[in-house]
């Protein structure tokens, strides 16, 4: 009788130690996909800067540029085949490597990518045109009709302050895209764990200003003024600011939509800022239309003829 029952304790102890080291393994494994995965975005970040502050957002999808036709058929992920890979994490990054030499190469030649590339760039703009009105609740105005500021954006995790709209800059191209507007003097604030005390929460400030060609993104936390974060892109800037809190310790998001983190692609904030004077000057932009909730009509504000 004692002698089953050691036997049966051993057996829960070897079993034990070998579901102990299946966990060990699964989660190594965890910590390399989730490796990769931040490589994959940083090469995609450095191959097309100019898009990536919609990597990450709802409506802003990389496949909007053609990466990889195998993504969300089927799958949920980037599929393997349309790097030329094997299916293991070495070659998917490698892969990727030469793929963006070889993109780099097409546009230094004036070549064009493959148009499997960019299938799925037309149904998801069939899924998402901006010029369908877009049911809307715009920022809180005055008696006078002017946009009362500070306001709040967004709801729990996903809030955004707004102080300012800033001033649009239509006369550089770099200063928007066919989605976005990025106004000198924007500035919001938004509230995300401190990088010197994990146990608190603290405003982060996010500012766009005037960089010359390029503007200029900048985050910085209110608990650390000296410390400030700058890149040449939204998402690029507050990446770094990540970075930073996950370096201490703090289990963060290792990438974020920047148009999010800024609180710009909010749709209130969207309007607002392409209502501000001379949006409709910005050649690349695409003005998106409105149906107000309190009215059945669709409004818009793109002047151009």
């Not at 829960?12 to 080291?21: S, V």
Request: with cysteine; aromatic share 6%.
């Amino acid at each position: 009788m004692a002698s089953d029952l050691t036997e049966k304790v051993n057996a829960a102890i070897k079993k034990r130690e070998q579901l102990l080291e299946e966990y060990n393994g699964t989660r190594k494994n965890l910590r390399k996909a989730q490796q990769d995965n931040d490589h994959l975005l940083d090469l995609l970040m450095k191959l097309c800067p100019d898009i990536d502050d919609g990597l990450w957002s709802s409506d802003d999808s990389i496949i909007d540029e053609g990466f990889g036709s195998d993504v969300d058929e089927g799958h949920g992920k980037l599929g393997y085949g349309e790097f030329g890979g094997t299916g293991d994490d070495d070659s998917v990054v490698a892969s990727v490597d030469e793929m963006i030499a070889k993109r780099r190469s097409q546009k230094q030649i004036g070549g064009d990518v493959s148009p499997s590339l960019t299938k799925k760039r037309r149904r998801q703009g069939k899924r998402d045109d901006r010029r369908d009105p877009k049911p809307i609740e715009e920022l809180p105005k005055d008696e006078s009709g002017q946009i009362v500021l500070p306001a709040s954006v967004g709801r729990g995790n996903e809030e955004v302050i707004i102080h300012n709209l800033g001033e649009v800059v239509w006369d550089r191209e770099n200063y928007h895209t066919s989605r976005y507007i990025w106004p000198v003097g924007f500035k919001s604030v938004k509230i995300y764990p401190s990088m010197i005390d994990r146990n608190k929460k603290i405003s982060y400030i996010s500012e766009i200003i005037d960089g010359g060609d390029t503007p200029i993104f900048q985050v910085r936390p209110e608990d650390q003024p000296d410390k400030v974060f700058t890149a040449t892109s939204s998402s690029g800037v507050w990446k770094l600011a990540l970075d930073e809190i996950m370096s201490k310790g703090v289990g963060v998001k290792t990438h974020a939509s920047g148009p999010q983190m800024y609180g710009l692609s909010n749709l209130a904030v969207t309007k607002a800022i392409q209502e501000l004077p001379d949006a409709e000057k910005c050649s690349k932009y695409v003005m998106q239309q409105w149906i107000s909730k309190d009215k059945s009509s669709a409004k818009s504000n793109n002047k151009r003829s």
